[in-house]
Nanobody, 124 residues
Framework: QVQLVESGGGLVQAGDSLRLSCAASGGTFSTFAMGWFRQAPGKEREFVAAISSNGAVRYYADSVKGRFAISRDNAKNTEYLQMNSLKPEDTAVYYC?????????????????WGQGTKVTVSS
């Protein structure tokens, strides 16, 4: 089982930027596809972004396309989510997830391990 620890969340104003990190341990990070999901209060968890094991393929939810960027550093066993032009509707707990096998996916049920989440609050 892979342990995932998110960091970088916080309280920001609309228009600001944040970078989330997800540090992985307990597995061969370079073989995992990775993803970011979020869950807002009273809503279901939703897909945000995903990246293949080698970083060549990236997917984004329409709601974040052009504002968020997913990346990874396999030498540091870490994935990132750069969030720019944040909006109040981006307020949520953000979770990183690891999928055994290199192909990226938007489907949450294909991920094997999840972090505990980091909270992002965007004020208007």
């Amino acid at each position: 089982q892979v342990q995932l620890v998110e960091s970088g969340g916080g309280l920001v104003q609309a228009g600001d930027s944040l970078r989330l990190s997800c540090a992985a341990s307990g597995g061969t990070f370079s073989t995992f596809a990775m993803g970011w999901f979020r869950q807002a209060p009273g809503k279901e968890r939703e897909f945000v972004a995903a990246i293949s094991s080698n970083g060549a393929v990236r997917y984004y939810a329409d709601s974040v396309k052009g504002r968020f960027a997913i990346s990874r550093d396999n030498a540091k066993n870490t994935e990132y989510l750069q969030m720019n032009s944040l909006k109040p509707e981006d307020t949520a707990v953000y979770y990183c997830a690891a999928k055994y096998g290199g192909s990226a996916t938007m489907r949450p049920y294909e991920y094997n391990d999840w972090g505990q989440g980091t909270k992002v609050t965007v004020s208007s």
